[in-house]
């Protein structure tokens, strides 16, 4: 890419398959088009791959995976580093593309790329520390190696809402470990990862390690290659519905899998948060990616003595937020992805209206192109609302009334969901107390965003299996073999 105008960063995406390192047409030169959500134009077509397709590109992984588990780790690594100056040297035509195809503001999309750059530094640090054991075994006779060894070609697919930085997420940790992919990423958002496809390859992934297949049909093409069994590993990042089902294909083959599903994650704050900085991080952790996170803020519970001050100040807040398309300066709200997001968010937003819950600000869709949607504030939320239970994904902050520390932590906990929750108090005996019996993957206490590659991320109960990131995110991708040594 050389050109930061939009039609210059679209024209300079491939949009072709990625197999075996040949960018190729799918079979029967197939395409699909992809669309700008702030216009709902057609930016470009990108090559729609079927389920040969598929084969062929799981075909180019396993055909690889034993010279590139023999790799140096120390290349690996530095393959990554190369990737991680490349991303960041480009962040700013990466970003624009990001924006044009997913809609989040610039400053957003360059937010991301930084994150997404970060998995690879990261990575690459970790490539050279996978460390194994030995042992005495305990009738003293015997010794144990134990090693830890790339878990194989491994099936990789990514969400729409961070289209890069869930991709560096995976790929980082499988290029670490030695494993060949088949990565597909959502429809909605192929061309950030075509981009950093091609910037893997510019910066020495040999060929065949990572393949890309952009799709219409993802289940048509990547339940054959979970059926397949040479594949040995699935990571998925998206809903915790189609996670279900990704899990009932793996279990076929036993594959092992990372899944980070769903969230509903509760936003605590106590009377005696500093109710300013309990604003700020509910403004974060419910507007990062215009509400279109698994780590959103779905449900506020404010205790009484503050419910008030807390309420007003973010909606003063939220309806100040300048609203538009993502490359506009200034501009924080961009659109929501699709129109069916548009429709669930309205949905939910008249379901709790009509039990019950006040508008504060927003509450409807914004005239014109573009799939956008007021940022919005209900109060008395009643716990029957179906928002309560259900990923919002859009930019709703709906609000209700604590009084104790147990009511609270019961209505926190009462979900199948279990990725994050958010905890604002300034006594620290409570901090510890409620972080403890929140039961989620993490907890952001008295901060809105807990998200770092540094930091392994994942969740518990329906939200997921496995952490991503830190020093824990490379284990996806390894087996651990011990050998039996007789002396
Ligand atoms: O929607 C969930 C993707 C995870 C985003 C993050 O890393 O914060």
Redesign the pocket.
């Known amino acids: 890419m050389s050109t930061v105008t939009e039609s210059g960063v679209v024209d300079a995406v491939n949009k072709e398959l990625l197999i075996g390192g040949k960018w190729t047409q799918a079979k029967e030169g197939k395409t699909f088009p992809v669309h700008d959500p702030s216009t709902g134009k057609v930016l470009c077509e990108v090559a729609n791959a079927s389920k040969e397709d598929g084969l062929a590109a799981l075909d180019a992984a396993v055909a690889v995976q034993n010279e590139w588990a023999a790799t140096a780790p120390r290349e690996r690594g530095e393959i990554l580093r190369r990737a991680y100056e490349k991303l960041m040297q480009r962040q700013e035509e990466l970003a624009l593309l990001m924006t044009l195809e997913m809609g989040k503001p610039l400053a957003e999309a360059r937010g991301e790329i930084a994150?997404a750059a970060e998995f690879f530094r990261w990575f690459a640090e970790e490539a050279v520390r996978i460390e194994g054991g030995y042992a005495v075994a305990p009738n003293g006779s015997g010794r144990f190696l134990i090693a830890k060894q790339p878990v194989g070609p491994s099936l990789l697919i990514t969400?729409w809402?961070?289209p890069m930085?869930?991709g560096t997420?995976k790929i980082g940790p499988a290029v670490a470990a030695g494993c060949t992919m088949v990565i597909k990423p959502a429809a909605q958002t192929p061309l950030s990862m075509l981009a950093l496809a091609q910037i893997l390859a510019d910066s020495g992934l040999p060929d065949g390690v990572l393949n890309v297949v952009t799709t219409k049909s993802a289940g048509g093409v990547m339940e054959p290659l979970i059926r397949d069994g040479r594949a040995r590993k699935l990571s998925f990042?998206g809903s915790t519905a189609v996670g279900r089902k990704l899990l009932e294909q793996c279990a076929d083959k036993v594959l092992r899998t990372s899944m980070?599903l769903g969230?509903n994650a509760p936003f605590l704050v106590f009377d005696d948060a500093d109710v300013d900085a309990a604003v700020e991080g509910a403004m974060q952790a419910k507007m990062?990616?215009i509400g279109?996170?698994?780590?959103a803020a779905n449900r506020f519970y404010v205790q009484r003595g503050i419910a008030e001050e807390f309420s007003r100040k973010l909606t003063e807040r939220m309806s100040a937020l300048p609203i538009g398309r993502g490359t506009e300066d200034g501009v924080v709200v961009g659109p929501l992805i699709d129109e069916a997001a548009i429709q669930k968010v309205s949905e939910l937003v008249a379901d709790a209206a009509q039990r019950g819950a006040k508008v504060l600000t927003g509450g409807a869709t914004v005239d014109g192109p573009g799939n956008f949607y007021q940022p919005t504030v209900l109060t008395d939320v009643p716990g029957a609302a179906r928002m309560a239970s259900e990923e919002i994904f859009g930019p709703v902050a709906p609000i209700a009334i604590f009084d104790t520390e147990d009511e609270v932590v019961d209505k926190a906990n009462d979900t199948e969901f279990g990725l994050v929750s958010y905890v604002f108090t300034s006594e620290i005996k409570r901090a510890i107390r409620v972080s403890e019996r929140l039961d989620t993957g993490m907890v952001g206490l008295n901060q809105g965003?807990?998200?770092n590659p540094a930091a392994p991320?994942g969740g518990v109960k329906q939200s997921g299996l496995g952490r991503e990131g830190g020093t824990v995110g490379i284990d996806e991708f390894l087996e651990t073999k011990y050998i039996a040594v007789s002396l």
């Open positions: 994150y969400p809402n961070f930085a869930m997420r990042t980070e969230g990062r990616n279109e996170a698994c780590t965003i807990v998200s991320f």
